[in-house]
C-alpha cells in the first residue's frame, strides 16, 4: 500500500467508526428500554406499579411475592426505599435485603417509625447491628410484623430484671414473640406460677430463682403456657401418685416440656409402656424418670421406635433396661446398629447403651470399639521376638 492509499485509509477511519458507535449506542438504549419495558409490563391487575419496578430493581423475586402474600403488591402505600435505606444502613447487603422481602414481603408495609422502634427494641438484647441484621434474615416476620410495643418493651425489661442472658431473650423475641405482646402481668402471673409449685413440690427458696432462670434458658416458650395448664398436668401426676419429689425431677429432666403436653397423650403413653415392659406401677414410674421420652412421646411414635428395634434383633427386656434408645428415632438406631455389626460388634444379649447419646456422642463410643477391636491380644506366655 502506498504513501498516500495509507493517508486515505486513515482518513476514512472515523466515518467507518461513526456507524459502529451508533449501533453500539443505540443497543444499550434498547436494553435499557427492554429493562424499563420488564418493569412495566410485568406487572400484575391491581398492583401497585411503583413498588413492582422498586422491587424489581432489588432483584426481589417478585414471582414468589406473589405466591406467598400476593396482596402486599396490590397496597397503595408501601416503604420498599425506606425499608432498604435502613436495612442497609444497619449493614445488610443488596441480596440481603432482597432476601427478607421474599421471606416476608409484609416488610414493606411496616413504617420506617415502627422499623426505628424495633430497630432500638432489639439492639438492647442483641451485641451489635450485624448479629440484629443476621436476626431479621432469620426471623423476618418476627421483626417486621409490629405491634403492642409499650408491652415489648415492658416485657423486655421485665425479663431483664428476672435475671435472663440477652441471648434467652433474644431467642423469645425472634420464636416466641407473642409472649412480648402479652401484659407484663400475664407473664408475671406465669412466673409466680412456676415458683410456688416448685416450692410445694419441695423445692428450696435458696435454688428457686437458678432453677427457673435454668428453666427459661432451656425451654423459655414454657410462657406461653397457661397457669391453667400447669396446675391440670401436675395434678395428672398426682392422680398417678408420683411423689413431689419425683414431680420436681421430671419437671427439671423435661425442661419445663412437661407442661405443653396433654393429660390425655400421657395416659396413654403411660398404659402403652406399662403393657410392653409387663411392668407394676412403681416399676413403671422409675421407667419414667429414667427416661421421660416414655411420657412425652405418643403412642404411635413409641410403637414404631419399638417395632424397629425388635426387628433388628433387639429384646423388650433390653429396651426395659436401657429405655433411653427409645428417645432416638428407628432411622439413627439402625444406622448405629449397622456401624456397629460392621466392625463385628453384636448388641445380642449386650447393654443398649453404646447407641445412646448425641451423634458426637456415639461416634466418640464407636471409635472406642474399633479401636479396642484393632488391638492386637497380648500372650503372656508367648517367646518375645529380641534382636541382640
Known sequence: MTHVAQNLFMRSQPRLLLPALSALWNQRQNRNFLLHFRYTSDIAAG????????????????????????????????????????????????????????????????????????????????????????????????????????????????????????????????????????????????????????????????????????????????????????????????????????VLSLLSKLKGFVFQLNPSSMQNSLLFSKNIFKCSDQELKELIIKCPALLYYSVPVLEERMEGLLKVGISVEQIKQTPAVLELSAEIVQYRIKKLDAIGYSLKGRTLEYLNGTKKDFEVTYGKIQEKKERPIFNPVAPLNIED
Not at 414481603?105 to 413504617?111: D, F, K, R, T, V
Not at 416485657?155 to 430484671?161: C, H, L, S, V
Request: net charge positive.
Open 47 to 246: 398492583e401497585n406499579r411503583a413498588t413492582v419496578q422498586s422491587l424489581y430493581e432489588l432483584s426481589v423475586d417478585i414471582k414468589k411475592i406473589r405466591r406467598l402474600k400476593p396482596w402486599v403488591l396490590s397496597k397503595e402505600v408501601t416503604h420498599v426505599k425506606e425499608t432498604t435505606k435502613i436495612l442497609q444502613e444497619m449493614g445488610a447487603d443488596k441480596s440481603s435485603v432482597a432476601y427478607i422481602f421474599e421471606r416476608c414481603p409484609e416488610a414493606i408495609l411496616c413504617s420506617p417509625t415502627d422499623i426505628h422502634y424495633q430497630r432500638e427494641l432489639w439492639l438492647s438484647v442483641c451485641q451489635n447491628e450485624k448479629q440484629l441484621v443476621e436476626l431479621i434474615k432469620r426471623f423476618p416476620d418476627s421483626f417486621f410484623i409490629v405491634k403492642n410495643y409499650e408491652n415489648q418493651k415492658a416485657n423486655i425489661r421485665f425479663f431483664k430484671d428476672l435475671g435472663l442472658k440477652n441471648t434467652v431473650i433474644s431467642r423469645l423475641l425472634t420464636s416466641a414473640s407473642n409472649i412480648f405482646y402479652n401484659p407484663v402481668a400475664k407473664n408475671k402471673h406465669m412466673i409466680e406460677t412456676l415458683q410456688s409449685n416448685y416450692i410445694r413440690l419441695g423445692g428450696s427458696q435458696e435454688n428457686m430463682k437458678n432453677w427457673m432462670l435454668k428453666l427459661l434458658s432451656q425451654n423459655p416458650f414454657i410462657l406461653l403456657n397457661s397457669s391453667a395448664t400447669v396446675e391440670e398436668n401436675l395434678g395428672f401426676f398426682q392422680k398417678n401418685k408420683f411423689t413431689d419429689f419425683e
